[in-house]
């Protein structure tokens, strides 16, 4: 399996044989404490770092047994989680450029290990964890704990490159944003004054999709057209029942755009509601009828 963002997170909790049931009450807890803790501002609450409470209930959810995790993942070669390049943190905790190069792990030693991949997979400057990531002066640790962690994993090996002339190497700390051309070289050096500012982030700001070959299922709560086989909402191209429309050839919108070379996705209400959704916490039943649209894209496909 694999995974990047929320995705990372489902991924391992599902390979480690947590029930889909589970998974929801977890997701409910997290709305729940988002709510009460965000306030007005929900997620962007100053202070308040959404992954802290990702990385308690991943503890909890995967109960510690390392042993159980490592069989069922092969020590860690059959769980794939994504990684953006080492980016800097800077003031306004912004990407400058969406970075290019992406890596993921396929190694751990632990459940610790795993739990701090999708920390780092699942973090986003102010949207999902602290603006100034591990260098955060609010009491929030999962950032600067799984920073720490993966710096150890790296060091390991654990961390591959994904770019062509490069795919399945070790990531390296001296040549790591030399991935055939693909993304900037952040390294530590360049920022002696806090290496801190320099870490991995949300795997989704660069392959939102990842695939590993050719028969990887794409699993996703956006609609659009694949390559690859896919587990997705239905996509109804609005062309296809207007072309006997009078003028219909005069003005056609687009109905999608090329997210990558993979994915298209869909231009409609419906993509701009789920973005919506995967933005701010939503309501236990609004949560409740969106476990239940999973099941439904699964038996439509």
Known sequence: MCGVSAGAIVSTATICGVPPADQM???????EVTKAEGGFFDVFQP?????DYVKKELNEALQGDDDLFLQRTDGGRLLRIGLTNRRKIDIAGAVKARPKAFVFVDGYRDIEDVVAACVLSSYIPLGTGPLLGASDPFDNSAVRHANKRIKEMEG?????????????????????GQEGGEGEDYSVNRAEKNPDDVIYWDGGLSNNWPIVDNSTVIVTPLNGSF???????????AHDTNDSMPFSNLFKPPSHFDANEQVKLGINGKNLDTL????????????????????DDTRYV
């Open 25 to 31: 009450n977890v997701i409910h807890r997290l709305a």
């Open 47 to 51: 202070g308040f770092s959404l992954v």
């Open 156 to 176: 390991l090996g654990f961390l591959k490159h994904h770019g062509e002339s490069t795919k399945g190497t070790p990531v390296s700390r001296q040549g790591q």
């Open 227 to 237: 390559l690859n086989p896919s587990i997705t909402p239905p996509f109804h191209n």
């Open 276 to 295: 919506y959704r995967m933005t701010v916490s939503s309501h236990g039943s609004t949560l409740d009828t969106w476990f239940s649209h999973g099941y």
